[in-house]
T-cell receptor
């Protein structure tokens, strides 16, 4: 079975502080992992995917198969990073399985 | 390109009423999806389609039906709405190529069932 766990419903940091949004997954094969972001009153959009190995808006995420994790990190959070973040997994089927999301608030 | 659009943006229904949500995409995408988003539950897949004329069940299909008569449109129907179907519904689409897994989302439809 495919499962994505985001242990933090809410995460609050101050501007300029490092931020890490946790994501753990359960899947026996080789997964594809994604981070989607939903800013206030906007549609869900892709932030990054693990196979791209890129940094978007200062965010990075590394797939750790040993720990079955795909944590999202940014060294210096900005107020405009406040949003809902969803980790998603694509296994062998066509479906994307989403975590329940983490609401990030960056305080001034 | 308009991308993925959804109609209507907001709707209030009474229990037992029926309605159809329309999703349209102008990107020539093969795959289309319907999700519902509920507080504390994340996004859950209702139904999806891998091409015109095909549909498949997702994680929470009960109470919903879908049709993909045209490649660009994916309709989600509620035959007899229930309060438990109060939610925000998102449509998404993507190319059919194996190495293009990015899904593009619509703006959502807020549905309230009284």
């Amino acid at each position: 079975a495919q499962r994505v766990t985001q242990p933090e419903k809410l995460l609050s940091v101050f501007k300029g502080a490092p931020v890490e949004l946790k994501c753990n997954y359960s899947y026996s094969g080789s997964p594809e992992l994604f981070w989607y972001v939903q800013y206030s009153r906007q549609r869900l959009q892709l932030l990054l995917r693990h196979i791209s190995r890129e940094s978007i808006k200062g965010f990075t995420a590394d797939l750790n198969k040993g720990e079955t994790s795909f944590h999202l990190k940014k060294p210096f959070a900005q107020e405009e990073d406040s949003a809902m973040y969803y980790c998603a997994l694509k296994g062998g089927s066509e479906k994307l399985v989403f975590g329940k999301g983490t609401k990030l608030t960056v305080n001034p | 390109n308009a991308g993925v659009t959804q109609t209507p943006k907001f709707r209030v229904l009474k229990t037992g009423q029926s309605m159809t949500l329309l999703c349209a995409q102008d990107m020539n995408h093969e795959y289309m999806y319907w999700y519902r988003q509920d507080p504390g539950m994340g996004l859950r897949l209702i139904h999806y389609s891998v091409g015109e004329g095909t549909t498949a069940k997702g994680e929470v299909p009960d109470g919903y039906n879908v049709s993909r008569l045209k490649k660009q449109n994916f309709l989600l129907g509620l035959e007899s709405a229930a309060p438990s179907q109060t939610s925000v519904y998102f449509c998404a689409s993507r190319y059919g190529l194996v190495d293009t897994q990015t899904q593009y989302f619509g703006p959502g439809t807020r549905l309230l069932v009284l």
